[in-house]
């Protein structure tokens, strides 16, 4: 079972951030968060994984609470093109498996 | 660099029948993955291959098998189709079997429907 909740849905203006949050209450502290987001029709893309400390890179942040018990996914000026549904998972890293929940489908409206 | 790719990209089986599907995966990757996605649902993980061998396995039964090749290229094979055989199916590859620090790059899938 995944070891994440997401909120079902969520809709974010065009050029808006798109703050997407996720709990991981159970998380242990060899686990990495990880998010992956999949567009319609096509397999997960990667976007940034964390431990403790926040991470950026050229797509998203990832900001993790200081007890690591939840996280937001932030996309700082989305587009059309950001909509998809986005998974946040717990991993320990040490592990070939992904366990994948049901995911937030965010919609970005014009 | 060329990317996952995965084929057919859509098929039709009957209940019963026997069903394989290919993936090549990402230049320099030598672990291959399998996933199963039914519609609505996340992806569920089948199981994965590292040279040539399965290095780990889902909670799916032993008609789903599968097969990697010296080129890192891999085969999914189903057994004795059932409906709720019917799916996405989604190859990933990585550069190694156990670090998912490096991401997975996914494949489009093959989408299969038992009829």
């Known amino acids: 079972d995944a070891k994440t909740t997401q909120p079902t849905s969520m809709d974010c203006a065009e050029g808006r951030a798109a703050n997407l949050p996720c709990n991981h209450s159970?998380?242990?502290?060899?686990?990495?968060v990880y998010w992956y987001r999949q567009i319609h029709s096509q397999g997960p893309q990667y976007i940034i994984h964390?431990?403790?400390n926040n991470e950026t890179n050229e797509m998203a942040s990832l900001i993790i609470t200081e007890d690591r018990k939840s996280s937001t996914l932030i996309l700082p000026h989305a587009t059309l093109r950001d909509t998809a549904v986005y998974y946040c998972?717990?991993?320990?890293?040490?592990?070939?498996?992904?366990?994948f929940g049901q995911g937030t489908t965010l919609q970005v409206k014009p | 660099e060329t990317g996952v790719t995965q084929s057919p990209t859509h098929l039709i089986k009957t209940r019963g029948q026997q069903v394989t599907l290919r993936c090549s995966s990402q230049?320099?990757?030598?672990?291959v993955s399998w996933y199963q996605q039914a519609l609505g649902q996340g992806p569920q993980f089948i199981f994965q291959?590292?040279?040539?061998?399965?290095?780990g396995r889902g909670n799916f039964p032993p008609r789903f098998s599968g097969l990697q090749f010296p080129n890192y290229s891999s085969e999914l094979n189903v057994n004795a189709l059932e409906l709720d055989d019917s799916a996405l199916y989604l190859c990933a590859s990585s550069q190694t079997p156990d670090r998912l620090h490096y991401g997975y790059t996914f494949g489009s899938g093959t989408r299969l429907t038992v009829v």
């Open positions: 159970t998380i242990s502290g060899n686990e990495y």
């Open positions: 230049s320099g990757h030598n672990t």
């Open positions: 998972i717990v991993g320990s890293g040490n592990t070939g498996k992904l366990i």
């Open positions: 964390g431990l403790k």
């Open positions: 291959y590292y040279r040539e061998e399965e290095n």
